[in-house]
């Protein structure tokens, strides 16, 4: 393991914290119990929720990497640390949907659960002050977030994301519903995935019996919300064997 002197704090978001390091490309995320919804109008901790998001995110993200995706990740420090790339994130929200939930369901009026026929990719702002409010990617050239070279890349990675995690998830019994990605530019101009993939970014629901295992249970006050972010975690790690994961792609 390659231990980082943890520098000064260069971001506080809802979810983590984001610290310099002592090499000039390298941060230190630092993930938080703390949960916030709708746009930060409700706010709550959620015990132990800082250390499976790192876990599950530190599991995933090097299986991304094996599958073609570059991403920011470099290794787990601890419980709730991980040593990444310093990345310039580009503020656009990347939202990939495989079935109707959340606010494309209210804004389209599709019942939440209909299967979409082809995966949906979506774009946001990523801007707490508006509540993410949905873009196309001429808006986000026209303003300078991104070049048309950037986005393409960026809806091909999501789209390989989407292509690794649905059968993965599915190998364990979850439906992958939707999940929320954000891209970076590291110094010398590579978009790789940052951030973070966990229960607070991505709609999970069990394929048996539609519960689900995910943010939601905060937002909609549906109890068990640490027991469902251990669930998720349970099911991330664990081993499951090839030859089941193919059946189901
Ligand atoms: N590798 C990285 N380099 C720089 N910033 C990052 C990296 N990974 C994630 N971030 C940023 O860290 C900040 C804190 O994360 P989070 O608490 O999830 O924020 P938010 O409240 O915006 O969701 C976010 O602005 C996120 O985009
Ligand atoms: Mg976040």
């Excluded at 909609?220 to 972010?229: I, N, Q, S, T």
């Amino acid at each position: 393991m390659t231990q980082r002197t943890r520098g000064e704090l260069k971001y506080e978001g809802k979810a983590k914290r984001v610290y310099a390091t002592d090499h000039e490309h390298e941060y230190i995320v630092a993930y938080k119990d703390d949960a916030t919804a709708f746009n930060g109008v409700k706010k709550a901790q959620i015990g132990g929720k800082g250390a499976i998001n790192n876990a599950i995110t530190a599991h995933l993200f090097p299986q991304l990497e094996q599958a073609g995706v570059p991403t920011h990740f470099l290794e787990k420090l601890s419980d709730t640390e991980q040593r990444v790339r310093a990345v310039t994130i580009i503020p656009v929200e990347v939202i990939v949907r495989n079935v109707a939930a959340g606010s494309f369901s209210k804004r389209l009026g599709i019942e939440e659960g209909t299967p979409l026929s082809r995966p949906v990719v979506e774009y946001c702002y990523k801007s707490d002050a508006l509540g993410d409010p949905l873009i196309n990617t001429d808006t986000a050239v026209a303003l300078g977030w991104a070049t048309p070279a950037q986005l393409t890349r960026i809806r091909e990675l999501a789209l390989q994301v989407q292509a690794f995690l649905v059968p993965y998830f599915a190998a364990r019994g979850v439906r992958l519903i939707d999940f929320k990605l954000e891209f970076g530019t590291t110094a010398d101009g590579e978009v790789v995935l940052a951030d973070e993939i966990s229960p607070d970014t991505c709609r999970f629901w069990d394929a048996q019996t539609s519960e689900k295992l995910d943010k939601d249970r905060f937002r909609r006050d549906l109890g068990g919300v640490e027991d469902a972010y251990s669930e998720m975690l349970r099911r991330v790690t664990q081993d499951v064997e090839e030859s089941k994961s193919r059946e189901v792609e």
